[in-house]
């Protein structure tokens, strides 16, 4: 078993956790996040950062803490609206949490690279590259949503993730969508 090969690695468990959520096991899912809260394992937490204006703003998943936060969000809801009229279904099977479709749509448009690239569209001038950091791999949603939103602003996104730079522009991804 994956724990009895590394069994002070949070990944492991993270892995673990996250193949249980997969499979609609919530109570093991709740098992092995206790036994990491009991040996004091603590998953890495995703952020994202954008530079504007030779200042750093760095987000986490959720993030109000922006003096900014209102207007980023607001953006944040007139994004998700724009692109869910172009097609873009948001795919909660992202979200690892036992909680209703509803509240995993809002979990999504919490993630950090999203919050991000909101603040990216209200802070630069249009003809400037949105160019964002990752700490972690972007998740598959951000990556389509990321696309969708080039396409609604006609902006160039750039998101660099712990694997490769992910280039967007109109719609498409350097990637092509191997990530």
């Given at each position: 078993?994956?724990?009895?090969?590394?069994?002070?690695?949070?990944?492991?468990?993270?892995?673990?956790?996250?193949?249980?959520?997969?499979?609609?096991?919530?109570?093991?899912?709740?098992?092995?996040?206790?036994?990491?809260?009991?040996?004091?394992?603590?998953?890495?937490?995703?952020?994202?950062?954008?530079?504007?204006?030779?200042?750093?703003?760095?987000?986490?998943?959720?993030?109000?803490?922006?003096?900014?936060?209102?207007?980023i969000?607001?953006?944040?809801?007139?994004?998700?609206?724009?692109?869910?009229?172009m097609?873009?279904?948001?795919?909660?099977?992202?979200?690892?949490?036992?909680?209703?479709?509803?509240?995993?749509?809002?979990?999504?448009?919490?993630h950090?690279?999203?919050?991000?690239?909101?603040?990216?569209?209200?802070?630069?001038?249009?003809?400037?590259?949105?160019?964002?950091?990752k700490?972690?791999?972007?998740?598959?949603?951000?990556?389509?949503?990321?696309?969708?939103?080039?396409?609604?602003?006609?902006?160039?996104?750039?998101?660099?993730?712990?694997?490769?730079?992910?280039?967007?522009k109109?719609?498409?991804?350097?990637?092509?969508?191997?990530?």
């Amino acid at each position: 078993m994956i724990l009895e090969q590394e069994p002070d690695d949070p990944a492991a468990y993270i892995l673990l956790s996250n193949l249980h959520a997969l499979a609609g096991q919530w109570r093991d899912v709740a098992k092995i996040r206790k036994s990491m809260k009991e040996g004091n394992l603590i998953k890495e937490a995703g952020y994202s950062w954008i530079e504007v204006e030779n200042m750093v703003h760095r987000f986490h998943v959720g993030d109000a803490s922006h003096p900014q936060a209102q207007e980023i969000y607001r953006e944040l809801d007139q994004l998700a609206a724009k692109i869910k009229e172009m097609g873009y279904i948001p795919d909660t099977d992202f979200v690892l949490h036992d909680v209703e479709e509803e509240q995993k749509e809002q979990f999504l448009f919490q993630h950090s690279e999203k919050i991000a690239v909101a603040y990216g569209i209200i802070s630069t001038t249009p003809l400037k590259p949105i160019r964002i950091f990752k700490n972690l791999h972007v998740c598959g949603d951000c990556h389509t949503a990321m696309k969708y939103i080039s396409m609604a602003t006609g902006r160039e996104i750039v998101v660099r993730d712990s694997n490769r730079f992910h280039h967007m522009k109109n719609g498409e991804c350097s990637c092509k969508d191997y990530w």
